[in-house]
């Protein structure tokens, strides 16, 4: 079983920082991606920051320039660093991690739970 948990979210003010982090663990083979997404109350989730077999990154327009992704391969970690926030970024972050267990060849996705973001003043 792997399991996907977040952490890091809280309230902070326009043009403040915050930093997420997810971490992956269970039996776990291989990671091919970790990717953060996002849902304002009300709408449809969408995609925020990616990286892709620990090197390739991949950022939503809103948040390039702003937003950082890194992962750190040792322990199975995705941070996003998130600068200058704003009122629109407030939403629900999840973690999504692409993983192949070690009883499978198969890549499956598993979701964190979420954590909430809220940027107001």
Known sequence: ????VE????????G??????CAASGSIADIKSMAWYRQPAGKQRESV?????GVTTNYAESVKGRF???????KNTVTLQMNDLKPEDTAVYYCKVRVRPITTWAYIDYWGQ?????VDS
Do not use: E, F, H
Not at 1 to 4: D, E
Not at 7 to 14: D, F, K, N, W
Not at 16 to 21: D, E, F, Q, T, V
Not at 114 to 118: A, K, L, P, R, S
């Open 68 to 74: 950082a992704i890194s992962k750190d391969n040792a």
């Open 114 to 118: 979420g954590t909430q973001v809220t």
């Open 7 to 14: 952490s890091g979210g809280g309230l902070v003010r326009p």
């Open 16 to 21: 403040g920082s915050l930093r997420l982090s």
């Open 1 to 4: 079983q792997v399991q996907v």
């Open 49 to 53: 920051a990616s990286i892709i077999d």
